[in-house]
């Protein structure tokens, strides 16, 4: 299983971005129901994706996650307290509710996080020494 953050799913929609849209868009097919869009990603997607005069493309994505091409889950009682624990732990960090939610919902699935904020997941951790499982590293993103 791998829990999806917005930033991917922006890129595989955005054929603006060339050589980075290429590459979300073709690993976000191939793993199509492996893939979990979390609520509150799918809501921030919507807003992104609308406040860039793209509300067709907002539509479409969100018919896709409702036909079942990736799995929407909501975040559980116990993904929301993880978030907002870390939330409060790491409240400079910038790292908003979504990107907190992918966090928890990760952790408490064993999956793997696809993020492009390389950054704020990289900032925020469990305990010392812990890392989060990312798909994708900083090296193998290509340029936008």
Same mark, same amino acid.
């Given at each position: ?22 590459f ?6 191939? %793993? ?21 005069? /793209? ?5 479409? /994505? ?11 889950e909501?975040?559980? #009682?116990?993904?929301?307290? %993880? ?15 979504? #990107?907190?939610i992918v ?13 492009? #904020? /390389?950054?704020? /997941? ?23």
């Amino acid at each position: 299983m791998i829990v999806c953050d917005t930033g991917p799913i922006v890129s595989a929609i955005n054929k603006g971005e060339k050589r980075r849209h290429l590459f979300a868009a073709e690993l976000l097919a191939r %793993l199509g129901r492996k893939v979990i869009v979390p609520g509150p990603v799918l809501v921030e997607t919507d807003l992104l994706l609308r406040s860039r005069g /793209f509300p067709s493309a907002a539509i479409v /994505f969100g018919e896709s996650v409702a036909t079942g091409v990736h799995r929407l889950e909501c975040p559980t #009682d116990a993904d929301l307290a %993880l978030a907002l624990k870390l939330g409060k732990r790491y409240g400079d960090s910038g790292a908003d509710l979504p #990107d907190l939610i992918v966090m928890a919902m990760a952790h408490h699935r064993k999956a793997q996080i696809l993020t492009w #904020d /390389f950054r704020h /997941f990289r900032s925020v951790v469990l305990k010392r020494g812990h890392h989060w499982p990312l798909l994708v590293s900083e090296a193998e993103m290509p340029l936008p």
